[in-house]
């Protein structure tokens, strides 16, 4: 379903323009309003063209995946208003159907590459249908797991290779940007870890009865937050004070991932291996478009080019 073409220079560019031009639009009554509910084959269309969305989006498309996620959330109880983001969002797929992921040749090896995730979030900007009514002032999260060279823990600029992404729905109810924005990075680290694993093992490396600890010491990860807050907890060689518990229980777990070795706490960051945070501006945020409906300028270009930008 994806079309994979590989330069003499040996870089790739995957598209799934023919998939993408295969999807039809919705086709709704004149009559219908925009506050009215669709009919049971209305929302049965909605359903279909949204899926085929997710479809190009998982594989190639990033920049799909908010407005994704979000016709995900209301497809059962479709509305006119809702019919049309529909058929605005498989447009803009369709006018943009060329577009794809492209993989730079040349940054890195199999032997010195790292781990790389950019997660964010947008703080109750979004709502869910929660039985037959929608609940609004929830957040999104959104992240992308890339490989990437080594020394991008200090560069302006960064070969990187996508491979994997997401946007959704932060199920629990947040009460504080940091809140949101470490649910991001828990999810998005908890996707690296694994990948991070994954390589580890084709590499012959992986010790299958410890295998985080044994991953992380062959591979580094590092995680990529525009939140200064967040980054000024991870980094801190003291646990600072957090007032609500559940909070403070999940930033102890991402803090010990960072500076613990071995079941021991170290006094620095190793950048060679592990799990080391960068704070980036968030005008370079690639995961941004993924937690709310913006333009993707900086992704856009980042998917072209192969190349992160990191330069406010």
């Given at each position: 379903g994806k079309e994979v073409i590989q330069d003499?220079?040996?870089?790739?560019?995957?598209?799934?323009?023919?998939?993408?031009?295969?999807?039809?639009?919705?086709?709704?009554?004149?009559?219908?309003?925009?506050?009215?509910?669709?009919?049971?084959?209305?929302?049965?269309?909605?359903?279909?063209?949204?899926?085929?969305?997710?479809?190009?989006?998982?594989?190639?498309?990033?920049?799909?995946?908010?407005?994704?996620?979000?016709?995900?959330?209301?497809?059962?109880?479709?509305?006119?208003?809702?019919?049309?983001?529909?058929?605005?969002?498989?447009?803009?797929?369709?006018?943009?159907?060329?577009?794809?992921?492209?993989?730079?040749?040349?940054?890195?090896?199999?032997?010195?590459?790292?781990?790389?995730?950019?997660?964010?979030?947008?703080?109750?900007?979004?709502?869910?249908?929660?039985?037959?009514?929608?609940?609004?002032?929830?957040?999104?999260?959104?992240?992308?797991?890339?490989?990437?060279?080594?020394?991008?823990?200090?560069?302006?600029?960064?070969?990187?290779?996508?491979?994997?992404?997401?946007?959704?729905?932060?199920?629990?109810?947040?009460?504080?940007?940091?809140?949101?924005?470490?649910?991001?990075?828990?999810?998005?680290?908890?996707?690296?870890?694994?990948?991070?694993?994954?390589?580890?093992?084709?590499?012959?490396?992986?010790?299958?009865?410890?295998?985080?600890?044994?991953?992380?010491?062959?591979?580094?990860?590092?995680?990529?937050?525009?939140?200064?807050?967040?980054?000024?907890?991870?980094?801190?060689?003291?646990?600072?004070?957090?007032?609500?518990?559940?909070?403070?229980?999940?930033?102890?777990?991402?803090?010990?991932?960072?500076?613990?070795?071995?079941?021991?706490?170290?006094?620095?960051?190793?950048?060679?291996?592990?799990?080391?945070?960068?704070?980036?501006?968030?005008?370079?945020?690639?995961?941004?478009?993924?937690?709310?409906?913006?333009?993707?300028?900086?992704?856009?270009?980042?998917?072209?080019?192969?190349?992160?930008?990191?330069?406010?």
């Amino acid at each position: 379903g994806k079309e994979v073409i590989q330069d003499e220079d040996y870089g790739i560019t995957v598209t799934a323009k023919d998939n993408t031009e295969k999807i039809r639009p919705v086709q709704v009554r004149q009559e219908l309003k925009h506050t009215e509910t669709c009919s049971p084959k209305e929302i049965t269309a909605v359903r279909s063209v949204v899926a085929s969305l997710a479809w190009v989006a998982r594989q190639v498309r990033p920049t799909l995946s908010y407005r994704v996620s979000r016709l995900q959330t209301v497809a059962g109880k479709a509305t006119g208003k809702d019919v049309k983001e529909t058929n605005e969002a498989l447009q803009y797929a369709l006018d943009t159907s060329t577009e794809g992921i492209y993989f730079k040749p040349g940054a890195f090896t199999w032997e010195n590459m790292v781990i790389g995730t950019i997660a964010d979030a947008s703080f109750a900007n979004d709502k869910v249908l929660i039985g037959d009514d929608y609940e609004g002032d929830r957040s999104q999260q959104g992240y992308i797991n890339v490989l990437c060279e080594p020394d991008i823990i200090n560069a302006q600029e960064a070969v990187i290779h996508p491979i994997s992404w997401s946007s959704t729905t932060i199920v629990r109810a947040c009460r504080s940007t940091l809140v949101a924005e470490t649910f991001s990075m828990i999810k998005g680290t908890k996707a690296g870890t694994r990948l991070r694993a994954a390589v580890v093992d084709c590499m012959g490396k992986l010790d299958l009865k410890n295998w985080e600890e044994s991953a992380a010491k062959v591979m580094g990860h590092v995680w990529f937050t525009d939140c200064d807050s967040l980054y000024e907890h991870l980094v801190s060689g003291k646990m600072n004070p957090i007032e609500n518990k559940r909070l403070r229980i999940d930033m102890m777990a991402l803090r010990q991932q960072i500076w613990e070795r071995g079941g021991e706490r170290t006094g620095t960051v190793d950048h060679s291996c592990g799990d080391y945070p960068r704070w980036i501006d968030t005008s370079t945020m690639l995961a941004d478009p993924l937690t709310k409906a913006m333009k993707s300028d900086r992704l856009d270009a980042c998917l072209k080019t192969g190349v992160f930008d990191m330069k406010p």
